[in-house]
């Protein structure tokens, strides 16, 4: 069984960037689609960005709100999904989880598609 690791998180200005990672142990990364989501205090969770499994592609997809801003990618030797965040606003203020799902899930938004989940990273944008 997979499991994940968040990292990356903490404390940053508004148009400041921040990479947050997603490390896996105990089975490769890449047989998994990966999602990343996050939750604000008050708020449902909210679909971020994914990336399928290596032999999907990869194929990748991104939340309307942060297109243009986050980029979702993987580095298979590194066993990691990385995401990318540029320009932060405050309002991407929020705990940072991601999830490993199936593999012929392509790269999903639907967080019922994920089976496992990290512990999560807090990221908080300041104005």
């Known amino acids: 069984q997979v499991q994940l690791a968040e990292s990356g998180g903490g404390l940053v200005q508004a148009g400041g960037s921040l990479r947050l990672s997603c490390l896996a142990s105990?089975?490769?990364?890449?047989?998994?689609?990966v999602g990343w989501f996050r939750r604000a205090p008050g708020n449902e969770r909210e679909f971020v960005a994914s990336?399928?499994?290596?032999?999907?592609?990869?194929?990748?997809n991104h939340g309307d709100s942060v297109k243009g801003r986050f980029t979702i990618s993987r580095d298979n030797a590194k066993n990691t999904v990385y995401l990318q965040m540029n320009s932060l606003k405050p309002e991407d203020t929020a705990v940072y989880s991601c999830?490993?799902?199936?593999?012929?899930?392509?790269?999903?938004?639907?967080?019922?598609?994920?089976?496992?989940w990290g512990q999560g990273t807090q990221v908080t944008v300041s104005l």
């Open positions: 999830a490993a799902g199936s593999p012929f899930s392509g790269a999903t938004m639907n967080e019922d598609n994920y089976h496992t």
């Open positions: 105990g089975r490769p990364i890449s047989s998994y689609a």
């Open positions: 990336i399928s499994a290596r032999w999907s592609g990869p194929s990748t």
